[in-house]
């Protein structure tokens, strides 16, 4: 114990006027398994890059076992034995898995050699990995890419493991795998640090928690002495309900029903294969599965941004295939998806708040010019509701953090009064209090008679906060269960499309409602 | 000890002056070390230069006329092609736009001019240079919105095209070429001078303002408006944000990038057509080299039309004076100014980069009692 493998004292790093760190403390003792815990924004991936060699502090000493080290770049970081594995992956897609670990290694000479296979074959082997060396990136899951780039941490001899928000893009039975191989490597010997959001992961698998809260250091404990309400309260810095609330409103009749739809992706592949849906008002409909099979097509054909192969959606009695996406939004459907880098749809990045407030509605002033007055205000009012954290109306949208951003993006969506709301990865990347902020606006929308189609990737939370959840696999349906009778295992069988429930009631096909409106195309609209 | 670089948050207005005035200064001071070594007294040049030899010249206003001839086209090319870049749609067709718009408006002037009225036949040019190169910059817009393709590689191909288009024209000696005057036996380009040009608005004794200058100002006044105020410029700063968001926003972009590209292409052939009827005579040099150097004057005015205005006045001068100094020292050849030009170019990005960064160095300590 005398010697931590990694040890950090009094680490500052300012961006500018913005303290990301300060005064750091931080240990890892040789072969544990720590979780670095934290809200967004609270310094935890700056923290990291300074161990992986991409930031420098500007104050502040990193000792790895017991010795002091100056970290200069990435090469620095390799040679310490200390390997991070980022949550965008850094992969060559057209390169087979032995290929991407092998173009980074230095001796390995100007040619490929047949071994390389069999040598990352054996480090498969030992930490109880499945991967074929042989398989190019492009053919893999997200799991497997992640597990390729564990390996190559492994491979550059790495003994401390760096691990950033591993398990978000994973499904829950992906977790267990990954969690299983992370205590075989600790069991080797190495040094494992894992940020995370999710305080049930950090309870299952850390031996140790250091929390972080606004760029400083709170306290390290042992993860056996401590539950899941004293960590959040560190890590927020109050007391918060961790529960979410479900209420339960008086449903209406269907107001969007989704009837054999069938989109193709950019690559001309199938993306949802004849799916059947329905959302009435005052019900939030969970969309699960694992990423990439279909979520974002189907979010883009339901706002008229992707033209459809097959099948019908009605609108309140009315069809709105082949609607341009304007009289989409007329109709008062809004779509608001939050993709990977957060800011790609919806938002343009470089304009002020106020300009990205009047996006949808600038053209229904009169005149040749915008008005900025009304944006103004509506942007005002957005700040002050979801108490969005900006220097003022004005400031560009890609200088606020994640969490505003988001609530810009969802409160404008909001504003524009709509009855059904599509909304894919609102919570991504967001901490606790603002992921709770934005539950709560869905559930204000909910109670006032919206229907909410809610895209999520934490099975947990859409547990607790969806009616009822949806399950893709591939694009196809795998059936429609209701959130308080089902379990994330269930779930998880379901998203990888080993449990079918679409022809569980033979009476009732799933996704199918009985008061369905969709005959009714000529009899009107409802109130 | 060593040195990082920080991140500024924001860099006061005046600061950022005062970075643009260094690199400018020592843009020039580097000029001046080679013209040392040349062995050109660098003070005289220069001021030769930026008086543009108007001292102690008895035709002064003339020497400044001209200078606002060079002007206008590259200010209202600048312009252009910032409306363009704006939208992230990379015009790099100028040349090729500006050529067109030439040819349509020598083709009015020589056709038209002495036929119909000498207003009607000014505004005829003016129309005519903005169809033909808004077409011809159009084509490429539609490819891309209908194809996907490049247009970078489309509009720096056309520039080729068009050029050839005109030196064919030039030097093509047949009796259907009128562009041609038909006296000489050479292939000599007519000239229209006489039939129609744009007047001028007497100011003071002798000195004429030409009413292209003016017009240049005021339809730059207006895209500045434009761009910020209206809903056409508000589409345009989206789809150049992000495309996939505007169409999200039920924009429709096709028609957006089609109606911007082709302002942008229209408003090129209008400086052609100010050009050529400032000048009244087409030649294969005609441009001057705006296309090329109006992408220049845009980004380093990074697409703010008020900075055009300074920086393609500067720039113009640079080439103005240089031409005129170049009478005086005949060991400095006119291309000193593009050599000054590019020497400008990359020290402003050079201060740009610390309009965006510090360089601070590295301290270390801090209270050893953790």
Known sequence: MSNYAIEMRDICKSFGPIKANQNINLNLRQGEILSLLGENGSGKTTLMNMLSGIYKPDVGSIFVDGKEVSIDSPEDSKRLGIGMVHQHFKLVDVFSAADNIWMGKDKNGFI??????????????????????????????????????????????????????????????????????????????????????????????????????????????????????????????????????????????????????????????????????????GEILGVAGIAGCGQKELCEAIAGLRPIEKGQMIHKGDNIVGLSPKAILEKGISMSFIPEDRLGMGLAPSMSITDNMILKNYADTKGPFVDRKQGRVAAEEVIRQLEVVTPSTETPVRRLSGGNVQKILLGREIKADPNVIITAYPVRGLDINSSYTIYNILNKQKASGVGVLFVGEDLDVMIALCDKIMVLCHGQLMGVVHAHKTSKEELGLMMTGALNLTDKYEDKPAGIAKDTLFEADGEGKEA | MGLHIVKRDNCPLWKKCCFYFVSVFAALLIGAIILLAIGVDPIAYYTRMFTMGTIGNRIAYKTFMNYLADFVPLFLTSVALSLAFKMRFWNIGGEGQFIIGSIATALVAIKLGGVLPSWLVLILMCLAAMIAAGVYGVIVAALKVRFGTNETLLTLMLNYVALYILIFLMETKQDWNFFLDPEVPRPVPVSFRDLVSFPGIPLGEKFELNICVVLAVLIGLIIYVYLRYTKQGYEINVVGDSAGTAHYAGMKVSRIVLRTVFLSACLIGLAAAFKVGTTGILSTAITDDVGWTGIIVAWLSQLNTAAILFVSALISLLHFGSTIAAATFSQVDSSFANMLQGLILFLVLAADFFIRFRVVRTRKGGSNNG
């Open chain 1, 112 to 281: 490929l050699k047949k071994s390389r296979y069999n040598e990352i074959q054996e480090i498969i082997e030992k930490f109880g990995f499945s991967l074929d060396p042989q398989k190019p990136v492009y053919e893999m899951s997200v799991s497997e890419k992640q597990t390729l780039e564990i390996i190559k941490v492994l491979y550059y001899g790495a003994k401390v493991i760096i691990l950033d928000e591993p398990t978000a893009v994973l499904t829950v039975q992906e977790i267990e795998k990954l969690f299983a191989v992370l205590r075989k490597m600790k069991e080797d010997g190495h040094s494992i640090i894992i940020i995370t959001h999710k305080l049930n992961e950090v309870m299952e698998i850390s031996d140790r928690v250091a929390i972080l809260r606004k760029g400083e250091y709170i306290t390290t404990v042992d993860t056996k002495q401590t539950n899941e309400q004293e960590l959040t309260e560190w890590m927020v810095g109050h007391k918060v309900d961790l529960n979410i609330d479900r209420p339960i409103i008086q449903k209406t009749s269907p107001l969007l029903e989704v009837r054999d739809l069938t989109i193709r992706n950019d690559a001309g592949a199938l993306a949802i294969d004849g799916v059947n849906f329905y959302i009435r008002g």
